[in-house]
């Protein structure tokens, strides 16, 4: 079945460094989604990639979709406390009426 | 605006017994309606989804099962309960691709 891999599962680091979480399709996507999840919490949406080589930046958070559309990243720059969590992509290939496929998830902490 | 309601927050349940959790949209029609479990510290395990009133896709064979009487409500219940059924049970509804994620149900089976 369809299925997104995604690394690391686990991600320590310490303030103000930055962190990377990758995601990877067998397939081609159709698009990617990030969502992230505080501890305790729910998953919330954070931004939907579309378009091939798509890069799109939220703060000090950068998305980015690959040229085949079959891998994408997100990179927080500088990490704070506030970013802790456990961050979900979620990939969709145009069919199934839109359901989508979550990624294992990457948890990180941040050390202050 | 549209909202999720989903509850109880918390439940503890012993082995053997039977499960209902309930989830409400509220604000769209005909949304898809979804039920995720995840373990402590795992990702996110697609249980059933729906795309209509009556319509239950299942993902994997498990303890459980899933009905949708109205649009926009969304049950998963158990006739009995086992161990391995603890976790955290997300309820979610999209129209279009995004995802909603209710506040979820921490199920404790003991």
């Known amino acids: 079945g369809q299925q997104v891999m995604q690394i690391p599962q686990y991600q320590h680091v310490q303030e103000g460094e930055d962190f990377t979480t990758y995601c990877n399709s067998s397939?081609?996507?159709?698009?990617i989604q990030w969502y992230k999840q505080r501890p305790g919490g729910h998953p919330v949406f954070l931004i939907q990639?579309?378009?091939?080589?798509e890069v799109k930046k939220q703060k000090r958070l950068t998305f980015q979709f690959g040229e085949a559309k079959k891998n994408s990243s997100l990179h927080i720059t500088a990490t704070q406390t506030t970013d802790v969590g456990t961050y979900f992509c979620?990939?969709?290939?145009?069919?199934?009426?839109?359901?989508?496929?979550f990624g294992q998830g990457t948890i990180l902490t941040v050390h202050p | 605006s549209q909202t999720i309601h989903q509850w109880p927050a918390t439940l503890v349940q012993p082995v053997g017994s039977p499960l209902s959790l309930e989830c409400t949209v509220e604000?769209?029609?005909?949304?898809?309606l979804y039920w995720y479990r995840q373990a402590a510290g795992r990702g996110l395990q697609l249980l059933f989804y729906?795309?209509?009133?009556?319509?239950i896709s299942s993902e994997v064979p498990q303890n459980l099962s899933a009905s949708r009487p109205q649009d926009r409500q969304f049950i998963l219940s158990s006739k009995k309960l086992l161990l391995s059924d603890s976790g955290f049970y997300l309820c979610?509804?999209?129209?279009?691709?995004?995802?909603?994620f209710g506040q979820g149900t921490r199920l404790t089976v003991v």
């Open positions: 979610a509804w999209s129209v279009g691709i995004q995802a909603f």
């Open positions: 397939t081609t996507l159709s698009n």
């Open positions: 990639l579309v378009k091939s080589g």
């Open positions: 979620a990939g969709y290939w145009g069919t199934s009426y839109g359901k989508l496929t």
């Open positions: 604000g769209t029609s005909n949304p898809n």
């Open positions: 729906s795309v209509g009133i009556g319509q």
